[in-house]
């Protein structure tokens, strides 16, 4: 079946420092691949999307890019703010309609 | 243009009763999926609804089950409410299609007390 794993957090960065949080999936078939963001008290939003191997989703500074060879979709940015704090989710979508989530990410950033 | 919408925002229910959750697609979209987040935990698929049928189900009990109506708002209900059961609930719509990306609401919080 279809799993996605991803870096354990808590995270804590101060501002302007390097985010990284691993994502590695196990899929059938061709997956698409997302990072969703959950702000305190809210749903999920999308943040980015990648949906064919070598794809690079990005949006608000953060960036994830489709690694078939290594089934991988790291996020990334290179510099934080505080109001980046939330927890980060990888998720995927393969031959079915559900999308599979990680366990999600807390990520902190402090002023 | 609303996203979608949840109502309501939270619950408080007695273990063994019954719950209806309600949700409103983002315009434009005909497949409404539901969701149940545990505390600290990633979401869990529960089932997907398209063209009023049931088109996909997750790893749930039949104590789950849902509906959709005409105008593809969706409601999912739980029968015989268990302490467990406590979890955020989500709503996601999307139109057609199979790369395109989910629009969640903000959920429901239900606690079965």
């Known amino acids: 079946g279809n799993s996605v794993t991803q870096m354990e957090g808590p995270v804590t960065l101060s501002e302007e420092a390097f985010l990284t949080i691993n994502c590695t999936y196990t899929?059938?078939?061709?997956?698409?691949l997302f990072w969703y963001v959950q702000y305190p008290g809210e749903g999920l939003q999308l943040l980015l999307k990648?949906?064919?191997?070598?794809d690079k989703g990005s949006n608000k500074g953060f960036e994830a890019t489709y690694r078939k060879e290594t089934t991988s979709f790291h996020l990334e940015k290179g510099s934080v703010q505080v109001s980046d704090s939330a927890v980060y989710f990888c998720?995927?979508?393969?031959?079915?309609?559900?999308?599979?989530f990680g366990a999600g990410t807390t990520v902190t950033v402090r002023a | 243009d609303a996203g979608v919408t949840q109502s309501p925002t939270h619950l408080i229910k007695t273990r063994g009763q019954q719950v209806t959750l309600r949700c409103s697609p983002k315009?434009?979209?005909?497949?409404v999926s539901w969701y149940q987040q545990a505390l600290g935990q990633g979401p869990q698929f529960i089932f997907q609804?398209?063209?009023?049928?049931?088109?996909q189900r997750g790893n749930f009990p039949d104590r789950f089950s849902g509906h959709q109506f005409p105008n593809y708002s969706s409601e999912l209900n739980v029968n015989a409410l268990l302490l467990g059961d406590s979890a955020l609930y989500l709503c996601?719509?999307?139109?057609?299609?199979?790369?395109?990306?989910?629009?969640f609401g903000q959920g429901t919080r239900l606690t079965v007390v």
């Open positions: 990648a949906t064919k191997a070598d």
């Open positions: 996601a719509s999307s139109p057609l299609g199979e790369s395109t990306e989910a629009f």
């Open positions: 315009s434009g979209h005909d497949t």
């Open positions: 899929a059938t078939g061709y997956p698409s």
């Open positions: 609804y398209y063209e009023e049928e049931e088109r």
């Open positions: 998720a995927l979508r393969s031959n079915d309609y559900k999308l599979s």
